[in-house]
T-cell receptor
Framework: KQEVTQIPAALSVPEGENLVLNCSFT??????LQWFRQDPGKGLTSLLL?????REQTSGRLNASLDKSSGRSTLYIAASQPGDSATYLC??????????FGAGTTVTVRA | DAGVIQSPRHEVTEMGQEVTLRCKPI?????LFWYRQTMMRGLELLIY????????DSGMPEDRFSAKMPNASFSTLKIQPSEPRDSAVYFC???????????????FGPGTRLTVT
């Protein structure tokens, strides 16, 4: 069974600092990896999707890398802003085509 | 597009009552998923459909849970009878397959917060 782990569980940084969020998974036979953002009491918003054949994806201040062989992904958020405060979830699609989620990293960006 | 629509947004019911959660996926999407989120267990996939057909219901916790998708624009998740341990946020998500497989982004609805007393 796929296990997805996110470290750290919580992170607090001053505005302007770069954020580094880590995700690891136990089964490297994945179809893709997706990073989501969840605001309190809200649904999930997809941020980036990396196909298994890709090494990274970028969108604005966000960059996600994928090392499938070692079972790791990292989400980088450059020049953090208070509006980046949220919980960030990593999820992998296995070859059974089902998403397995990590528990998330809760980020607080202090103004 | 309005995105994935779920109703109700909040539901409070007493133990033993039937609960029905509703979902309208994004138009044109051919996959629909039901998830449950709790503090203890995080996000769990309950069941998913492809072209209105249930493909995998191995995540459905008990026979008290059932899901249907009568057409491409509507799905329900029913709990009968409900129990306090069913209290959670239930999310619906939809996706458009590529090349006949899952693999594209899943778009989530705002969720239904269910409280069973």
């Amino acid at each position: 069974k796929q296990e997805v782990t996110q470290i750290p569980a919580a992170l607090s940084v001053p505005e302007g600092e770069n954020l580094v969020l880590n995700c690891s998974f136990t089964d490297s036979a994945i179809y893709n990896l997706q990073w989501f953002r969840q605001d309190p009491g809200k649904g999930l918003t997809s941020l980036l999707l990396i196909q298994s054949s890709q090494r990274e994806q970028t969108s604005g201040r966000l960059n996600a890398s994928l090392d499938k062989s070692s079972g790791r992904s990292t989400l980088y958020i450059a020049a953090s802003q208070p509006g980046d405060s949220a919980t960030y979830l990593c999820a992998v699609t296995g070859d059974d085509y089902k998403l397995s989620f990590g528990a998330g990293t809760t980020v607080t960006v202090r103004a | 597009d309005a995105g994935v629509i779920q109703s109700p947004r909040h539901e409070v019911t007493e133990m033993g009552q039937e609960v029905t959660l509703r979902c309208k996926p994004i138009s044109g999407h051919d996959y629909l998923f039901w998830y449950r989120q709790t503090m203890m267990r995080g996000l769990e996939l309950l069941i998913y459909f492809n072209n209105n057909v249930p493909i995998d219901d191995s995540g459905m916790p008990e026979d008290r849970f059932s899901a249907k998708m009568p057409n491409a624009s509507f799905s329900t998740l029913k709990i009968q009878p409900s129990e306090p341990r069913d209290s959670a946020v239930y999310f619906c998500a939809s996706s458009l397959s590529s090349g006949g497989h899952l693999g594209d982004e899943q778009y989530f609805g705002p969720g239904t917060r269910l409280t069973v007393t």
